[in-house]
């Protein structure tokens, strides 16, 4: 394999599995069009999409991991937790994320009864046939809004309804993210924190505090590499990773139509993640689990 120094990869991806626009085939293409060496699908809650997309990638020879993004709390903060190169058919994971998914369909019909309460007459049905039943969130109501010509796009559905702190934003029924660590553990992969800093809320102790102690419940890696990042930003996580003895990963947590400017691989324009953090983090992986072939939770 040539392990050029400029290969790049993209380790955060949406697809229709979940709340981005492109099938997981499509964003497979895309990535492979965009030169990518190395991708993940990322959808929220659901590993869904993942044997269509690692078809492609085998028929494209782009190299592909497994991935999962999980929505879980903190310290009362949400916060994302990425799962990597775990065991797609692991029973208790996919339990567990069989679980996530059927709280996120309670959680539709609250949020339209909200809706519908301040005199918006959108029906969850209509909500679920649009996610087609498979991982329902905000983003498939702010489509719904946009159909119903209530709203123009689905950024204005957020900024008037659905964002955080808005008249129908509705926190939640999460795991812990101690959990969300665990189980990924768990199923043999590694646990890296989304976005670190992209935050509705500043958890205690700071930045600093929360990946601390989210680093002694046994969270493995950092996002450094986000479109919501500045260069600053990345620095200063690069040196959060290093002090806190963490892996790097990154991505474009492009979601298609759903995230205007954003490009597969290039995030907006200045995105670029290293092939190396693929290769380390599999490396990573795969030794640990040869050095303990029972899979279970590592020690933090
Ligand atoms: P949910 O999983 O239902 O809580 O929806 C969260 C998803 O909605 C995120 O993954 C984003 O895709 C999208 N999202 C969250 N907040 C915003 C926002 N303020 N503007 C646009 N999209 C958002
Ligand atoms: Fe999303
Ligand atoms: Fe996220
Ligand atoms: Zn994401």
Redesign the pocket.
Same mark, same amino acid.
Do not use: A, I, L, N
């Given at each position: 394999m040539n392990l050029a120094d400029d290969a790049l990869c993209d380790l955060h991806l &949406?697809s229709t599995a979940s709340?981005g626009s492109m099938t997981p085939k499509e964003v497979v293409r895309s990535a492979h069009a965009a030169g990518m060496r190395g991708m993940a699908l990322t959808d &929220?809650d659901t590993v869904a999409g993942f044997i269509e997309a690692r078809r492609e990638a085998e028929d494209l020879e782009i190299e592909i991991l497994s991935g999962v993004e999980i929505?879980a709390v903190h310290d009362s903060n949400e916060v994302h937790i990425l799962g990597y190169d775990f065991d797609v058919e692991d029973r208790p994971f996919c339990e567990l994320l069989d679980d996530l998914r059927e709280r !996120?369909n309670r !959680?539709i019909p609250k949020i339209v009864t909200r809706l519908n309460e301040i005199g918006i007459p959108i029906q969850s049905e209509r909500v679920f046939a649009i996610a087609e039943n498979q991982s329902p =969130? !905000?983003?498939h109501i702010a489509r719904v809004l946009v159909e119903l010509e209530i709203c123009r796009t689905?950024?204005e559905a957020?900024?008037r309804y659905l964002?955080?702190g808005k008249p129908a934003h509705l926190k !939640?029924n999460a795991i812990s993210a101690e959990q969300a660590i665990s189980a990924i553990h768990a199923a043999g992969g590694i646990a890296s924190l989304a976005h670190p800093a992209m935050r509705s809320s500043h958890p205690p102790g700071g930045l600093s505090g929360q990946i601390e102690s989210l680093r002694r419940l046994g969270l493995d890696a950092l996002e450094v590499h986000h479109p919501s990042h500045l260069r600053r930003t990345r620095r200063n996580l690069k040196r959060l990773a290093r002090h806190f003895e963490l892996l790097m990963t990154g991505g474009s947590d492009c &979601?298609g139509d =759903?995230s205007p400017g954003v490009a597969i691989g290039r995030g907006r324009g200045d995105l670029r993640v290293p092939f190396a953090l693929f290769d380390a983090l599999q490396q990573r992986n795969r030794a640990e689990s040869q050095a303990s072939p029972e899979t279970g939770p590592r020690p933090a």
């Open positions: &949406h709340d &929220h929505s !996120r !959680r =969130g !905000r983003p689905t950024q957020f900024d964002g955080d !939640r &979601h =759903g």
